[in-house]
Structures are given as C-alpha cells and as structure tokens.
C-alpha cells in the first residue's frame, strides 16, 4: 500500500481525498493545506492536517512519513516540499495548471532523484484527447482547428488545460473560445474542419472525483517507472505501445 500526503484541499482536493481514501492501493494519511484549521473545527476526514504557512515540511516528513505527494494547491507549494521530495526519493503528481517555466525546470531537476509527473489537468480522458488531437493533426495539418472550453460562472482565467492542448497542437491562444456558465466542472473540445466533414474530440469532466482518478493511474503507473520526470503523454504511450504489440487473439476453434 502507498502512503500519500495530499497538497492542497480545495474542492478539486476534497474530491481527490474521497478518491484515495476508497483505493485500497493507497493510505491517505494527511492533508496539507496553506493555513492551520481554525480551532473548534474538525480536522478534514479526521487526518492530520499540516499548515503551510507555519511549518516546516521536513519536520512534518518526520513525523509522519509518506511515500507519495499528490498536489492540488498552488505553484508556489513546490518551492516548500521540492526538496524533501529530492531527498526522501518521494514520488510526486503535480496537477497543478499555473507552472511557469521556472517552476517547470525546477520539477524537471527533482526528476534526478525521484518519480515526478506535472499535469495541469490529471483526468485520464483530458490526457487521451490531448494525444488523440496531436496524432489527427499530424496526420491532417491542412485541415482547421479551433479550441472550445466551458467552465463555471465564476472561473475568470482562460482554461491551462486548454492552453496546453493549445500548445500541444501548436495553435495560438487566440484559437482558444471560452464559455462560463452556471456550475459546469469542466469542457473540452478539439473541432476539427476538413472539407466535407467535421471531426469533434470532446471530454467533459461530470464530477471532480475524475481529478482523483486521475491521480491514482498515476501514482500506479509512477511506481512501475524508474526515477524521472514525466507526463502524462509518457504514460499512456507506453500503454498505448504495449497494447499494440501485443498478439491479437486468434479465432476460437
């Protein structure tokens, strides 16, 4: 069983904690959030709970040992537990969207001593319509392209997962139309127009439960893999590679 600190306990985060703690490959066995719970208040799901903004990470690692840290909180976090990530040989899922490519370049250096994947959207159906969308437009650079992302009313930024879908495809961010309406979690599409026909790859996640998910195909996979840094991409061409070597069954006699 993995041991796991959880970063970060927004509503993306309560929704990953639900996750982990009903996957019997894993024990969820604190929460880190950025301040201390207000006293009186119940701790979330009765775990310890580290504070960010008056602790000292090392410490806590001390205290209570993981093998793992899934993070959901904000960029900043990775500048606090990088190292004892470094040092512990910890396995890392970042799924955080606001990187800059310092940030970046940092997570990529802890990929030296540790199993590191970034994501700036953790769902297993997202990461599959980023790869399916790259392997049409090789396969059809004539053809147009437009990026459509739907999120809640109260969202203000341009999506980072459309942003990355955007770049991967290497489309400006101008391609990119977002809409915001009511309490949608999340909405992707890739619209692709060739002559006589119209192509549309869509995700849409129902519940943030799918971050949580998410997290865990990656914790499973992470822990077949060798120290280093990875993606998402990493992990599912190599399934995708295996599924295609493998001998097709033959007709039953």
């Keep these: 069983m993995i041991k796991v600190g959880l970063v970060g306990y927004g509503k993306a985060g309560q929704a990953v904690a639900e996750v982990l703690r009903q996957d ?45 840290l899934v993070d959901f909180s904000t960029a900043e976090s990775i500048h606090l537990y990088g190292e004892e990530v470094r040092k512990r040989h910890l396995t890392l899922v970042s799924a955080i969207s606001a990187y800059s490519d310092e940030d970046l370049a940092y997570a990529r250096t802890l ?13 297993l159906g997202i990461n599959f319509l980023i790869l399916s969308a790259r392997m049409l437009r090789g396969i059809a650079p004539f053809a ?13 930024e341009v999506s ?16 990119i139309t977002s809409l915001r309406l009511g ?10 127009g060739f002559p006589y026909q119209t192509v549309r790859i869509t995700h849409e996640s129902i519940r943030r439960e799918a971050f949580g998910t998410g997290a865990a195909f990656a914790l499973g996979e992470l822990s077949k893999r060798p120290h280093g840094f990875y993606t998402f ?7 995708i590679r295996e599924q295609l070597t493998q001998p097709e069954a033959g007709p039953s006699s």
């Design 24 to 68: 019997p490959r894993f024990d969820l066995v604190w929460i880190a959030k950025r301040n201390p719970v207000p006293e009186g208040q119940p701790q979330p799901l009765g775990l310890p709970v580290f504070a960010m903004s008056q602790g000292n990470f090392g410490e806590w690692l001390d205290a209570h040992p993981v093998d793992a």
């Design 111 to 123: 990929g030296e001593q540790a199993r590191v994947l970034c994501s700036p959207n953790i769902t």
């Design 144 to 156: 147009d392209v437009e990026i459509l992302e739907q999120h809640f009313r109260e969202k203000p």
């Design 160 to 175: 980072g997962t459309a942003r990355k879908i955007a770049q991967s495809l290497e489309l400006e961010d101008g391609r």
């Design 183 to 192: 309490g949608i979690v999340g909405v992707h599409e890739v619209i692709f």
């Design 233 to 239: 991409d990493d992990l599912l061409m190599r399934m």
